[in-house]
């Protein structure tokens, strides 16, 4: 589930679009959130526009209907007004999202590193506290363990 202020914002996303009277999929919604700079995985924001339909803030002038995506892993649900034809709904493109696209870290993998040509492996200590910590406490614990 996302936290509570990316909630916020598809909820409010949710309101601007049904002020406007358009036809919306959670993921219409999620690429739009991505564009106002949430980091959030479609999966987890989807629910807040699910839960803003079953709540009744869509009003009854909307329902949903699901619909077939193309190049989508399944169906998605169509929050439209009623009198709307589900016919005149154009899905994104999804072959060109980058949103879509399998995750990528930014950071490289151990292998993907340069080997370290440090000889001596106390001139690389950690950056991070937390790092620092847990390094700490494995220290501590290994002496603990030989004391035993």
Not at 30 to 46: D, F, P, Q, V
Not at 119 to 128: H, L, N, Q, V
Request: net charge positive.
């Amino acid at each position: 589930m996302c936290d509570l202020a990316t909630y916020a914002t598809i909820q409010d996303l949710c309101a601007e679009h049904i002020a406007r009277g358009d036809m919306f999929t959670a993921f219409d919604l999620s690429l739009e959130a991505k564009r106002r700079g949430i980091t959030e995985r479609h999966r987890h924001m989807k629910h807040a526009v699910h839960d803003y339909f079953a709540s009744g803030a869509m009003g009854p002038e909307y329902t949903r209907t699901l619909i077939g995506i193309p190049d989508a892993d399944g169906p998605a649900w169509l929050y439209h007004r009623w009198g709307d034809d589900i016919d005149d709904y154009q899905p994104v493109e999804r072959a060109n999202l980058q949103a879509t696209r399998p995750y990528h870290s930014r950071h490289q993998t151990v292998r993907e590193r340069a080997p370290s040509r440090h000889a001596d492996r106390s001139e690389a200590a950690p950056t991070c506290p937390r790092c620092a910590r847990g390094s700490l406490a494995r220290f501590l614990f290994s002496r603990v363990l030989r004391w035993l």
